[in-house]
């Protein structure tokens, strides 16, 4: 098994003295946090002769420029993937090792084998590659950026086709976070099957509806 160790920082895209010679690419993922939805995770593999120019972490991007960007690293990437873990997975396999699930389907769903794979944070999943975690690497290594600003713009646009199936929950504007407006929505709708069970604020709905039964039958 490859050995695999942590960074706490880096050049952007600048080789170290032990990195090997061939492609790296970047991992970072989109949706640990939200009360629903997946968590989704991308690789991408940059090609040094086609710059992209505003590359930087996802969350400092507008929408827009997320939009524009992801555009151009579909055309100018050598090559990228995303992958997933669903709400089931993410509720039987809690959220960490749903999320390093993610991020290995990503990484074994690019065209090109990399031969060093970059990763945002300080946990590495499984991977029969050679890997480094670096803290805030979105914000300090391109290829992670990108990969943050794919793993971003993905999980958005399937929000919004979740809305479409579930508008009482306003989806398209928060994205499955915790807002107040969804936390009301889930009060008064209760959960749906996007939605992650064992998130404390969705659990406490599940609680709240199973308590209400209860006291029902006693009645």
């Not at 160790?5 to 939200?34: C, N």
């Not at 579909?74 to 699930?101: P, Q, W, Y």
């Not at 599940?206 to 029902?216: I, P």
Request: hydrophobic share 40%; glycine share 8%; charged share 25%.
């Amino acid at each position: 098994m490859p050995s695999n160790k942590s960074s706490p920082a880096r050049s952007p895209q600048k080789r170290l003295d032990w990195d090997p010679l061939g492609l790296l690419a970047g991992v970072d993922e989109a949706g640990r946090g939200p009360l629903a939805g997946p968590v989704v995770a991308a690789a991408v593999i940059l090609d040094d002769s086609k710059r992209i120019r505003g590359l930087a972490d996802s969350k400092v991007l507008s929408p827009l420029q997320r939009d524009k960007l992801f555009d151009m690293i579909r055309e100018k990437s050598l090559c990228c993937a995303v992958g997933s873990a669903s709400v089931e997975e993410i509720d039987t396999l809690n959220i960490f090792h749903a999320t390093m699930l993610a991020m290995k389907r990503a990484v074994e769903g690019l065209r090109l084998k990399p031969v060093k794979v970059l990763v945002d944070g300080n946990r590495l999943p499984r991977l029969e590659v050679l890997s480094e975690a670096i803290v805030g690497g979105d914000a300090k290594v391109k290829s992670i950026s990108a990969a943050s600003i794919i793993a971003k713009v993905t999980r958005d646009r399937l929000l919004h086709q979740l809305h479409e199936e579930f508008p009482q929950y306003g989806f398209a504007a928060h994205k499955g976070y915790g807002t107040p407006e969804h936390l009301h929505a889930l009060k008064v709708h209760g959960p749906c099957v996007h939605h992650r069970r064992h998130f404390g604020p969705v659990a406490a709905t599940f609680e709240t509806a199973e308590g209400a039964t209860v006291s029902l039958q006693v009645q």
